[in-house]
C-alpha cells in the first residue's frame, strides 16, 4: 500500500516515471573501474567563462532531493547537489563522486563508503552526520523515493567511513545510493530552515544557487569549494553563469535558440528537429534515452483479456508508419516491452506489421465488437498521433476503438486503479540497471505488472533469479528469456526507443545528454 | 398674490422688451425613409414677464421647436439649416457649444413633461438642485444646500430641510415636478421652456403647477414658452399663442384674439373638437382624416386635406404668415372664409 | 416553441419578398452561412477525400491542387476535413445554442409572468449559477463527467440556459403588464395561449439576438473544449481539435492550423453578422416613428 | 349604495380588492405575510342597461381597478360583483370564459394593447375564431365587417400595429372588444392618449357604437369634460372609495362633494383670461397604505372639520338617485350654488 502511494505519485508527476536502482556485479568489476578524473575527454582545450542560457520545459518546483521527483528539479538537483556516487558520462556506468572509494563484503551483505574531503558550498566541510542524515532522509520509508531502498542499517566507521549493513544481498545499492535523491546536503542548513532549503539549498555539487524566480529562471553559479579541480587546477566548472530559464511553450524555445536568445534547449519537438538540423549554427543532439514509448494495456480489461486480441494490436500496429510520421524517424521500433537499459536483449524477433494476421487474430478471438478506450494525455500532440494512427490499423483489423483525450492526472490515476483498457504513455529509468523496470512491469507481485494485470510466474521467477545472480552472463540470459516471453505475450504495443533530442549553438562544448535524463552543465564550455 | 396692474397691463399689450425672437427656424431630420421638416420657417416672439403658448397636437414641432432654441437636437439626424434664435440680441444658432452650455445653465431654462425621467433615480432630490448652482455659479456646499432648500420652499414643499435628503422614487409626482420647476428656477432664468410640462398630471396637480409656474413668473418676470396640447391650459395662461400644424406656425395672437377671433381653419378644429365641462354636447366636430406623413407634405398649406374650406390652390400654393388684426397673424389663404 | 422561434425569425427576416431590404451586413453573414452549411450537408460531395483516411506517404504536404488546404501530419487531406468538420462544430453549435435557448426562454417566461415563489427561487438559481465563471463551470462539469460531446452538451446546457431565462424573465416583466397581455385575458384566453402565443413573440427577440453572438461564442468553446482534448476526440475532423493538433507543426507546416482557424473564424464572422443584422431589424420593428 | 335593480346590468356590492406587496425571499423564507394595499375599499353601485357610467378620479384613486375587477381580472377579497345576475369570480376561468362572450374592456394606451407581432387581421381572427363567433370561413368576412363598425378600411387587416395610428390603433382595439358581440364595455381612459382632433371621432364613434349597439358603459376617465360628454350617470372615486354618484347633470350643475367640486374647479377652461387664483385643491392623494381617519378626504378638503377627521361620513340622498358621502354634502351644494353655480351651467 505504501509501496503504491508512493509510485503514485511519482507517476502523477508524469514525467520522469519511475526511478529505478540497481548496478549490477558488472558495474562494480567493470565500469566502476574508471577514477573519477573523465573530465579531460574534449580533446580540443577548453575555454573558461561566460553565460550558458539554457531553456527549459519545466521549472524545478523543490530544490531538496528527497522532496521532489519532477522533470524540472531533477535537472536542477544534478548540477547541485553530489551524491556518494554518481552515474558517468554516458549514464550506463558509475564513478566515485564524495565517496572516493568503496568495498563490498563477499556475501554483498556489508558496504564501506570512503568520504573523499569535501565542502559543501558554504564552505563548511562534508561530515559524516551530514552523510547519514542526507540518506536518512533519502531512504525515509514516508519519502518520495523512501521505497527504492531495501532494508538496511547505516553507522559511521569513524569519521570518513559510512558502513551500510543489508539483511539480504541487495545487488542495485550503489545505483540507489548514485540517485538524485541521495544527494549528500548540509545537515545544518537544512535543519534551520527546510522551506528556505528548497530555493536555497547547500550541497556540494559543481554549482551552486545564486537565484531562484519561481516561474521564470533559476541562476546558477559554480561553487568554488566543489571537490573537484580540471588538470590545469582550475575549477571544474568551464562557465561562470547559467541561467535555467523556464519556458513551457516550444515553439517560443525554439525561436529563442534560432534567435539567439537561448544556447541550449532541450526536449526539441521532433517535427522540428530536422530544421534545427538544417541550421549551420546550430547542433543538434540526439542521444540514447532509457525510455520506452508504448501502450500500456489492462489484462483484465474484455477484450485485452485475450492475449490473440493483445497480439493483434501489435499486429496491426504500424510503427514505421509511427516511427515517420510521428517521430520524424528519431528512435528505434522496439522489440520489448522495456527500454534499452543494461542487458537488452538484441535477439528478441519483433513482431512485424501484419494486417492481415491482426485480423485473423481478431477473428479466431471471436470478437465481438467490445469497443476498446484508448486513453491519450491530452496536450500530448504525439501520444494523439500515434493514438490515431494505431486507430487506422487497429480499426481496419476489425476491432472498435474509441480514443478519449485525458488530463494527465485523471488518466495515470484511472490505469493506476485498472480502471481503464489502454494507454497511450511511456516509462523511464533513472538509473541503469535492468532489474527494477523489468521487474515492476512483469512482476505482479510489485504494482500488480504496472496495472496491467499481466501473471506470468516463470517470468516472475527468472526476474527474481536474475536479481540474485551475481554473473551477468547468467543475468542476460534470465533478461532475454523474460523480455522474450512478456513480450511475445502481448504484454504492451510498444511504439519507439525514443532518444533524447536537444539542439544548442555550435559554440556550445562538451554538452551531453546522459541516458537517465541529465547533463553534465560542469563539462560545458562556450567556444567564443 | 399682489399683481402689479400696470406691469400685467403692459404685457398684455404685448410691449414688453422681446427677449426671444425665432425667425426663419428650419429643422430637419434626415432618416433612412427620408427627411422630416420638423420645423418649417417658424417664427415666434417672446417678450418678458409673458408667456407664449405653443399648442399643437403631437407630431407639430412644437417640442422640436423647443429643443432647437437649445439647440439639443441630437444631430445626426437632426439638423437646422436655417433661421435665427435671438436671445437678448445674440443668436444661440452662432455661438459656441462653450457659450451655449452657459446660457443652458443659467438664462434658459427647459423643464420637460416626464419628472421621472428628468431627475436621475439614484440621486438624492436636493443634490440635484444644488447641483447647477454649484456648477454655474460656483457656490460652495452650504450655500447651495441653503438656497436649494429656499428653492423647494418657493415651490411649495413642505419641510424641504428633510425632504431634499430623499430620493425621486419616494416623491409623489406633482411632488417631483415641483422638484423640477425648483432646478430650473434656481439662479432666476430670464427665459421658461416648459414642454407639456403638466401632461402627465391629474387635473388637480396640474392646477397646482400652474399657479406655480404664474406665480413665479408674477415675482420674477421671466418670460416663458408653454408648449402644450391642451388649448384651455394655453387659455388660462398664456398672453400670445402660436398654433403650430405639420412643422409650421398655423396662426399666432394674443390670446384672446386668437380664442376669440380664430383667423384659422385648423385652430377652429382644435377649438370643436374639445367636449366642454360646462356643458353637454350632443356632437362633437372632429377634424376629419389624418396628420399628414411629414415626409410627403405638398408644397402648399399641410391642412388642406383636412380643411373644410380648402381650395384645390390651397395645397399647391406655399403659405406664410401674414397678419389679420393687431399682433394677429394666419397663414391661411382665405381667413376670411372662417366663420363664414 | 421551436415553430414558435423559427415563425419568429421568419418574421425577422420578412421573408415574404422582402430579402432585398436585407441590410448589407445580414446579406453577407447570411451569403457566408449559406455556403457552410450548404458545404456541410453535401460534405460527401464536397469533401475530395475521406476525411479519415491517413496515407504515410501524403504527409505534411502543403496546399496544392490535389489537396487544397494540404495534408496533416498523419497524412489526411485537410480540406475534407474541414468540410465534415461543418458537420460537427455547426450541429454541436446549434444544439448546445438552441437547446439551452427553448429551456431557457420558457422557464423565464413563466417565472416572469406568474411571479411568486417560483420566481424568487429562479431568480437565486441564476443568480447563483451566473456567480460562477461560465468556463471554469464548464470545464468543471466535463472534468466530472469525462470529455466528450455528450457530456459538452449537458454541461454547457446546465450552464447556458440561465442566461436566456435571464433574459427572456425581464422582458416578460416589461411585457407582462402591457395593456394587450391584458386584453388577452379579458378575451378569455387560456394562461398557456397567453404566454406562448401573444407573449412569446414579443420577449424572444433579445434571446434571438443572443443567439447569434451565444452561437459564436459556443462554436469557439467547442473547438476550445477540444483543443483542450475535453471536447471532440480524435480522429473526428472538428476544427478546434484540428487547430490544436497542427499548432506543434505551425512553423514547417503552417496550414494544418491556419485553415481549420480560418474556417471557424469565417463561420464566427459570418454568425455576428447574421446576429447585427436581425438585431437591426428586430430592434426596427420596435421603434416608434419619430 | 344602491341594491341591485333588475335592470341592472352590472352590480356590485361592497366590493374589496386587495393587493399584496411584494415580498423578499428573506420574508418569504421567514413566513411573513405580505402588506396588503387596498386600492377599492367597500364600493357599491349598480349599472343600467343602455346606461354609460363615467367614472372619474385622481390617479390612484383605484378606478382602473375597480373597471379591472367588473371583468373579473382582479379577485374580489370582500363583497360580489354579478353580471346579469351571474356572479364574476375572478378564481372561476371556466365561468369566466363565458361570461366574457359578453363584457369586454378597451385600453388606455392604443401603443401596448395590440400585440406588436400580430397583424390587425389576426388580432381580429383570433378573438373570432377562440370563441366561434362566426364559421372558421366567415372570419375573413367578419374582420371586415369588424373594421368596417369601427370605421377603418378592410385592407387594414393586413397590416402590423407598427402601421398605424393612435387613433387608428383605438379604433382596432374597439374592434376587438367588440368581436365578441358583448353588451357591456368597459373603456378604461380610451382617448387619453390621443391628440384631440382623432380623440373626437373616437368619442363620436364610441356614441354611435352605443346606440346602434345597445351597449352598457363603464367609462373610466380622468378628465371631467370627456366624462361629461359621454355618461349619462357619474361616480367620483376618492382613495378605493366612491365618494359622489348620481346623474352626470346633477352632479354637474350641483356637485354636493368637496372633492368633486375641486376637481371641476380644476379642470382649465376654454376662456382666453389670464388667471388669478390659487390651486383648488392641495396636496397629492395620500398613499392607499396610509389612509387617512374618518373622512379620508379630510386634509385636502376646505370645508373639513374636527367631525370629518374623527368619523367616516355617511352616504347622504340628494334625490334621484345622487349621494355624496359628506358629513356637509348639502352645505357643501349650497355654497357651490352661491358662489360658481351660475358660472357653470
Excluded at chain 1, 420 to 437: E, G, H, K, R
Excluded at chain 3, 109 to 121: E, N, P, R, S
Excluded at chain 4, 26 to 47: E, K, P, Q
Aim: net charge negative.
Amino acid at each position: 500500500m505504501r509501496l503504491f502511494h508512493e509510485t503514485e505519485r511519482c507517476l502523477k508527476s508524469g514525467a520522469r516515471g519511475i526511478a529505478v536502482l540497481a548496478a549490477g556485479a558488472l558495474l562494480a568489476t567493470g565500469l566502476l573501474a574508471a577514477t573519477a578524473a573523465t573530465h579531460d575527454a574534449d580533446a580540443e582545450e577548453a575555454k573558461r567563462g561566460g553565460v550558458l542560457r539554457f531553456a527549459l520545459p519545466e521549472e524545478p518546483l523543490n530544490l531538496t532531493g528527497f522532496k521532489i521527483s519532477d522533470n524540472g528539479s531533477i535537472w536542477a538537483i544534478e548540477q547541485i547537489c553530489d551524491s556518494l556516487i554518481e552515474p558517468d558520462d554516458s549514464g550506463y556506468g558509475l564513478r566515485p563522486a564524495l565517496a572516493e572509494s568503496w568495498t563490498i563484503s563477499d556475501d554483498g551483505m556489508v558496504y564501506e563508503f570512503k568520504l573523499r574531503e569535501a565542502k559543501f558550498s558554504s564552505g563548511d566541510p562534508v561530515t559524516i552526520d551530514d552523510v547519514l542524515f542526507s540518506l536518512d532522509q533519502a531512504a525515509d520509508p514516508e519519502g518520495y523515493l523512501g521505497f527504492v531502498f531495501p532494508a538496511m542499517t547505516r553507522e559511521a566507521v569513524g569519521e570518513h567511513v559510512l558502513r551500510i549493513t543489508l539483511t539480504e544481498p541487495f545487488t542495485p545499492l550503489l545505483s540507489v545510493v548514485s540517485l538524485f535523491a541521495a544527494g549528500i546536503i548540509s545537515k545544518n542548513v537544512y535543519e534551520a530552515d527546510p522551506e528556505q532549503f528548497g530555493v536555497a539549498p547547500v550541497c556540494a555539487g559543481p554549482f551552486k544557487v545564486e537565484s531562484y524566480e519561481r516561474g521564470s529562471k533559476l541562476v546558477l553559479l559554480p561553487n568554488e569549494h566543489y571537490w573537484d579541480r580540471r588538470a590545469d587546477g582550475g575549477p571544474a566548472a568551464y562557465l561562470d553563469r547559467i541561467e535555467m530559464l523556464y519556458v513551457p511553450e516550444t515553439n517560443v524555445r525554439m525561436l529563442g535558440l534560432k534567435g539567439g536568445d537561448y544556447d541550449v534547449v532541450n526536449v526539441v519537438p521532433l517535427n522540428q528537429a530536422k530544421s534545427v538540423e538544417a541550421d549551420p549554427n546550430l547542433t543538434l543532439e540526439v542521444s540514447p534515452s532509457f525510455r520506452l514509448d508504448y501502450v500500456y494495456l489492462n489484462h483484465e480489461a474484455a477484450p485485452l483479456d485475450d492475449k490473440r486480441i493483445r497480439l493483434a494490436l501489435n499486429y496491426a500496429a504500424n510503427r514505421e508508419a509511427i516511427l515517420k510520421v510521428v517521430y520524424f524517424g528519431y528512435g528505434t521500433i522496439p522489440n520489448s516491452y522495456m527500454p534499452i537499459i543494461n542487458y537488452h536483449c538484441d535477439t528478441v524477433a519483433l513482431i512485424p506489421y501484419d494486417p492481415a494476421k491482426a485480423k485473423a487474430l481478431v477473428e479466431e478471438a471471436g470478437y465481438d465488437g467490445t469497443a476498446i478506450e484508448v486513453m491519450v494525455p491530452s496536450g500530448d500532440a504525439p501520444a494523439r498521433q500515434a493514438a490515431q494512427v494505431l486507430q487506422q490499423g487497429w480499426e481496419a483489423a476489425g476491432l472498435t476503438i474509441e480514443i478519449v483525450e485525458l488530463d494527465v492526472g485523471t488518466a495515470y490515476g484511472r490505469t493506476e486503479e485498472g480502471d481503464f483498457q489502454a494507454f497511450v504513455s511511456y516509462i523511464t529509468s533513472d538509473t541503469n540497471d535492468q532489474d527494477f523496470l523489468a521487474s515492476i512491469q512483469a512482476d505482479y507481485n510489485v504494482f500488480n505488472s504496472f496495472f496491467s494485470a499481466y501473471k506470468n510466474e516463470d517470468v516472475v521467477q527468472w526476474l527474481v533469479q536474475a536479481r540474485q545472480a551475481s554473473d551477468p552472463a547468467v543475468r542476460a540470459e534470465l533478461y532475454c528469456k523474460a523480455q522474450q516471453q512478456t513480450y511475445g505475450d502481448g504484454y504492451s504495443v510498444p511504439l519507439n526507443f525514443k532518444p533524447f533530442v536537444n539542439a544548442y549553438a555550435n559554440y556550445v562544448k562538451g554538452f551531453h545528454n546522459s541516458v537517465t535524463g541529465p547533463w553534465w552543465l560542469k563539462d560545458v564550455w562556450l567556444d567564443k | 398674490m399682489g399683481t402689479d396692474a400696470a406691469r400685467t397691463a403692459s404685457r398684455r399689450a404685448g410691449s414688453g422688451e422681446v427677449v426671444l425672437e425665432v425667425s426663419g427656424l428650419v429643422t430637419e431630420f434626415r432618416l433612412a425613409h427620408g427627411t422630416i421638416r420638423a420645423n418649417a420657417d417658424v417664427f415666434l416672439r417672446v417678450r418678458k414677464g409673458a408667456t407664449l403658448g405653443v399648442v399643437g397636437e403631437s407630431g407639430s414641432g412644437k417640442s422640436v421647436l423647443c429643443r432647437a432654441i437649445l439647440r439639443l437636437i441630437p444631430s445626426p439626424p437632426g439638423f437646422v439649416t436655417a433661421g435665427r434664435v435671438l436671445f437678448e440680441g445674440r443668436d444661440l444658432l452662432t455661438l459656441s457649444e462653450r457659450q451655449m452650455r452657459r446660457v443652458r445653465g443659467t438664462q434658459i431654462k427647459m423643464v420637460f413633461q416626464n419628472p421621472m425621467t428628468s431627475l436621475n433615480p439614484v440621486w438624492p432630490i436636493g443634490d440635484q438642485i444644488t447641483e447647477g448652482l454649484r456648477v454655474h455659479y460656483g457656490l460652495g456646499r452650504a450655500a447651495a444646500r441653503r438656497q436649494g432648500i429656499e428653492l423647494l420652499r418657493q415651490v411649495g414643499i413642505p419641510s424641504p430641510e428633510a425632504r431634499a435628503r430623499e430620493y425621486p422614487f419616494q416623491w409623489s409626482g406633482g411632488m417631483l415636478q415641483r422638484a423640477v420647476v425648483a432646478m430650473a428656477m434656481a439662479g432666476e432664468p430670464k427665459l421658461l421652456l416648459a414642454d407639456e410640462l403638466t401632461t402627465a398630471l391629474d387635473v388637480t396637480i396640474q392646477d397646482q403647477i400652474l399657479a406655480l409656474l404664474l406665480e413665479i413668473q408674477e415675482r420674477t418676470g421671466m418670460a416663458m414658452v408653454l408648449v402644450s396640447h391642451d388649448m384651455a391650459v394655453v387659455a388660462e395662461t398664456c398672453d400670445e399663442v402660436a398654433v403650430m400644424y405639420a412643422g409650421q406656425i398655423m396662426e399666432t395672437a394674443p390670446t384672446k384674439a386668437l380664442f376669440n377671433d380664430p383667423k384659422h381653419p385648423y385652430t377652429v378644429g382644435l377649438m370643436n373638437s374639445i367636449p366642454s365641462v360646462e356643458r353637454r354636447d350632443d356632437r362633437l366636430l372632429p377634424i376629419p382624416g389624418q396628420p399628414p406623413d411629414l415626409t410627403r407634405l405638398n408644397p402648399g398649406c399641410p391642412f388642406a386635406a383636412r380643411c373644410s374650406h380648402a381650395s384645390p390652390d390651397c395645397a399647391e400654393t406655399p403659405v406664410a404668415l401674414r397678419e389679420v388684426g393687431p399682433a394677429h397673424h394666419s397663414a391661411c389663404l382665405y381667413p376670411e372664409r372662417i366663420g363664414a | 416553441m421551436t415553430a414558435l422561434t423559427a415563425r419568429s425569425i421568419s418574421a425577422a427576416f420578412a421573408v415574404r419578398g422582402e430579402i432585398g431590404r436585407w441590410s448589407v451586413t445580414m446579406k453577407v453573414g447570411v451569403s457566408i452561412v449559406g455556403l457552410i452549411v450548404l458545404a456541410g450537408i453535401f460534405a460527401p460531395v464536397v469533401a475530395p477525400y475521406n476525411p479519415y483516411f491517413q496515407d504515410y506517404d501524403q504527409v505534411l504536404l502543403p496546399p496544392s491542387w490535389d489537396h487544397l488546404f494540404g495534408t496533416d501530419m498523419v497524412g489526411r487531406d485537410l480540406f475534407s476535413r474541414v468540410i465534415y468538420g461543418i458537420r460537427i462544430d455547426l450541429t454541436v453549435g446549434f444544439i448546445i445554442t438552441y437547446v439551452p435557448m427553448i429551456y431557457g426562454v420558457a422557464l423565464g417566461a413563466l417565472a416572469g409572468y406568474f411571479g411568486g415563489t417560483f420566481d424568487v427561487v429562479l431568480m437565486r438559481v441564476l443568480d447563483t449559477a451566473i456567480a460562477f465563471p461560465f468556463l471554469v463551470l464548464i470545464i468543471v462539469i466535463i472534468a466530472i463527467l469525462g470529455p466528450g460531446v455528450h457530456n459538452i452538451y449537458i454541461a454547457v446546457f446546465l450552464v447556458a440556459w440561465t442566461m436566456y431565462a435571464r433574459l427572456a424573465r425581464a422582458e416578460m416583466l416589461v411585457e407582462r403588464n402591457k395593456d394587450y397581455m391584458l386584453a388577452a385575458r379579458t378575451l378569455g384566453y387560456p394562461t398557456s395561449r397567453i404566454i406562448f402565443r401573444h407573449a412569446l413573440p414579443n420577449i424572444i427577440n433579445s434571446s434571438i439576438v443572443f443567439s447569434m453572438a451565444d452561437f459564436v461564442l459556443n462554436v469557439l468553446l467547442l473547438s476550445g473544449l477540444s483543443f483542450l482534448g475535453l471536447g471532440v476526440q480524435p480522429p473526428e475532423p472538428e476544427w478546434g481539435a484540428m487547430v490544436a493538433e497542427g499548432r506543434d507543426f505551425i512553423f514547417d507546416a503552417w496550414w494544418i492550423c491556419t485553415l481549420p482557424g480560418l474556417a471557424i473564424v469565417l463561420t464566427g464572422t459570418g454568425l455576428s453578422l447574421i446576429g447585427d443584422g436581425l438585431s437591426q431589424r428586430l430592434g426596427q420593428r420596435h421603434q416608434t416613428i419619430l | 349604495m344602491t341594491r341591485a335593480a333588475p335592470a341592472a346590468v352590472v352590480a356590485v356590492e361592497d366590493l374589496v380588492v386587495e393587493f399584496r406587496a411584494s415580498r423578499s425571499i428573506a420574508a418569504l423564507l421567514r413566513g411573513i405575510s405580505a402588506r396588503r394595499l387596498r386600492a377599492v375599499d367597500g364600493v357599491s353601485f349598480t349599472i343600467a342597461r343602455h346606461e354609460t357610467l363615467g367614472l372619474v378620479g385622481e390617479s390612484g384613486s383605484g378606478k382602473t381597478t375597480l373597471g379591472r375587477a367588473l371583468l373579473g381580472l382582479y379577485r374580489a377579497s370582500e363583497g360580489r360583483i354579478t353580471f346579469e345576475g351571474a356572479p364574476i369570480r375572478a378564481q372561476k376561468t371556466r365561468e369566466l370564459r363565458a361570461l366574457r362572450q359578453h363584457m369586454q374592456m378597451v385600453f388606455q394606451d392604443p401603443y401596448s394593447s395590440l400585440n406588436p407581432r400580430m397583424t390587425v387581421g389576426q388580432t381580429l381572427g383570433e378573438v373570432l375564431r377562440f370563441h366561434a363567433v362566426c364559421a372558421k370561413s366567415e372570419v375573413v368576412a367578419e374582420v371586415a365587417k369588424l373594421l368596417e363598425l369601427v370605421g377603418l378600411s378592410a385592407d387594414m387587416a393586413a397590416r402590423y400595429p407598427s402601421a398605424l395610428s393612435g387613433g387608428q390603433r383605438q379604433r382596432v382595439g374597439l374592434a376587438r372588444a367588440l368581436a365578441v358581440r358583448p353588451n357591456f364595455l368597459v373603456l378604461d381612459e380610451p382617448v387619453a392618449a390621443l391628440d384631440v382632433s382623432i380623440q373626437a371621432q373616437i368619442l363620436n364613434l364610441l356614441q354611435d357604437l352605443r346606440d346602434e349597439l345597445g351597449l352598457t358603459i363603464l367609462f373610466i376617465a380622468h378628465e371631467l369634460s370627456v366624462v361629461r360628454h359621454m355618461s349619462t350617470r357619474l361616480a367620483v372615486m376618492y382613495l378605493g372609495k366612491i365618494v359622489e354618484i348620481g346623474a352626470a347633470d346633477a352632479i354637474f350643475s350641483a356637485p354636493s362633494h368637496p372633492y368633486t367640486q375641486g376637481l371641476m374647479k380644476a379642470v382649465p377652461r376654454l376662456i382666453p383670461e389670464r388667471r388669478h387664483r390659487e390651486a383648488v385643491l392641495k396636496g397629492d392623494v395620500p398613499s392607499p397604505l396610509a389612509v387617512p381617519s374618518g373622512c379620508r378626504f379630510h386634509p385636502r378638503c376646505p370645508m373639513a372639520r374636527d367631525l370629518c377627521r374623527a368619523e367616516t361620513p355617511p352616504v347622504v340622498a340628494l334625490g334621484d338617485g345622487h349621494e355624496a358621502a359628506c358629513h356637509f354634502a348639502e352645505e357643501a351644494a349650497r355654497t357651490w350654488a352661491a358662489t360658481s353655480g351660475g358660472a357653470t351651467v
